[in-house]
């Protein structure tokens, strides 16, 4: 009984409802650790490194540019953090004062169940690449790709199941070997590359690079991360005050993408490869380096899709709120792992992700608008009668979803179409609702 009991205890039950006052607990650095642990992935090198190699950047140009977007859109995801830590509730729950019960169950939620799950998939799929490549260079055997694919994505949605503190455990203890593996690339970059990868070839340029193409990196960063804010609040509700929750984020987020800007800049100035799991490896022989490398890539990939997981699940269940937050987190792992043993989605990733991001973004937009600059941070008790209430929408934020939309597609994409649509509506948007009722 006491087995059961525990086992029941371990798994995270909560689901819509607001979290008891008892278990928000969790200090800011529990959150900058969870944060520090998920930021440097594959996916996550890839707009620093391209900054470099297409965009025409030195090293600490590409570095500051897509830094500080990358700021600018964290500080959005910790503000749209606090109704998760003010009132103990989900991200996607909460954001049915903003769009309507409707609306975020039927437009909001499947999104971001469709990007975690899309972004779940194609880590896995991109994390195994690396991982295959780098076992063959170790032992000589070709695996097949599913043999590392299938189990590790199981293994990622476990933790997801097992909820917030299987999470904050897991990427707590994964930190040190995380560090490790990223101190061992620069070193390797810096040191074993015959003066090729040494320090001082990186000063060449200083901040060498245009402008333009500084300003259109910084807003690809923004881009890829502001779409975090209809998230923030999943992590945040077990927090102990607001002012925890919003500074862990920030921080954790923003030390994080640095040390991922300066690691992928460096593997695209001084190799031209996006991906520094596999520049690293190539520029030694050594077994411990390349086995260091390797469990680098497995853990950061790990860490980021319990994190696609876990939120995406709560995603789900905003819509199919009939569901347990257990059932509907097997059920994104279910369709997780088919995913994940179809490597052909990378192939099509960037017109995948273009049509995310045409449909995301203006909800990000308007999300942010809505909550600092309408609501001004607060959920009145208006505001809070949406969230139990069986049919509303708000139908201004909708019309400004689709005009987002149409505008993105239309807008040419060295524009950065998502940057421009998300300025627009986020200053439009308050003009529109002014003096507007809904609900």
């Not at 590409?62 to 830590?85: I, N, Q």
């Not at 989605?345 to 809505?370: F, K, M, R, T």
Request: proline share 4%; with cysteine.
């Amino acid at each position: 009984m006491r087995t059961t009991a525990s086992r029941k205890e371990m798994i995270e039950t909560f689901g819509l409802e607001s979290v008891p006052k008892e278990k928000q607990s969790t200090p800011w650095y529990r959150f900058a650790f969870i944060q520090f642990s998920i930021a440097a992935n594959a996916g996550n090198f890839i707009v620093p490194a391209l900054s470099v190699i297409d965009g025409g950047l030195s090293f600490w140009s590409g570095v500051l540019a897509t830094s500080l977007g990358a700021l600018v859109g964290f500080l959005f995801v910790s503000y749209l953090s606090l109704p998760g830590s003010r009132l103990g509730i989900p991200a996607q729950y909460a954001i049915r004062t903003i769009l309507g019960v409707q609306g975020a169950r039927y437009l909001s939620s499947p999104i971001r169940s469709l990007t975690s799950l899309y972004w779940f998939s194609v880590q896995t799929i991109g994390g195994t690449y690396v991982i295959q490549q780098l076992f063959i260079r170790l032992t000589g055997y070709d695996l097949p790709f599913l043999i590392f694919s299938i189990p590790l994505s199981i293994l990622m949605v476990t933790l997801a199941i097992i909820g917030f503190d299987a999470v904050k455990q897991a990427t707590t203890y994964f930190l040190p070997f995380l560090l490790l593996g990223e101190l061992t690339i620069l070193y390797i970059y810096f040191t074993t590359n015959n003066g090729q990868g040494s320090w001082e070839k990186l000063q060449q340029g200083a901040l060498d690079g245009s402008l333009s193409n500084m300003f259109f990196y910084a807003s690809l960063a923004f881009v890829q991360y502001v779409s975090g804010v209809s998230a923030a609040a999943d992590m945040t509700r077990y927090s102990k005050t607001p002012v925890h929750g919003f500074w862990g984020l920030f921080i954790g987020n923003g030390a994080g993408f640095l040390l991922t800007a300066l690691i992928g800049c460096s593997s695209a100035y001084l190799f031209r490869d996006i991906n520094p799991y596999v520049s690293a490896s190539e520029q030694t022989s050594s077994p411990i380096f390349i086995t260091i490398i390797t469990l680098t890539a497995v853990i950061s990939m790990i860490s980021i899709n319990i994190s696609n997981a876990y939120t995406g699940g709560y995603s789900l269940l905003n819509t199919f709120s009939r569901l347990t937050r257990v059932q509907s987190a097997f059920v994104f792992g279910f369709l997780g792992v088919l995913l994940s043993g179809f490597p052909a989605l990378v192939n099509e990733a960037e017109s995948y992700i273009s049509l995310l991001g045409g449909l995301i973004i203006p909800i990000s937009a308007i999300l942010c608008s809505d909550y600092l600059i309408v609501k001004r941070r607060h959920l009145n008790k208006q505001a809070l009668a949406q969230l139990t209430k069986t049919s509303s929408i708000n139908p201004w934020a909708m019309i400004m979803i689709i005009f987002g939309c149409i505008l993105y597609f239309l807008l040419p994409g060295q524009w950065s179409p998502g940057f421009i649509t998300f300025i627009v509506l986020m200053v439009s948007y308050p003009f529109i609702i002014r003096d507007k009722t809904w609900g």
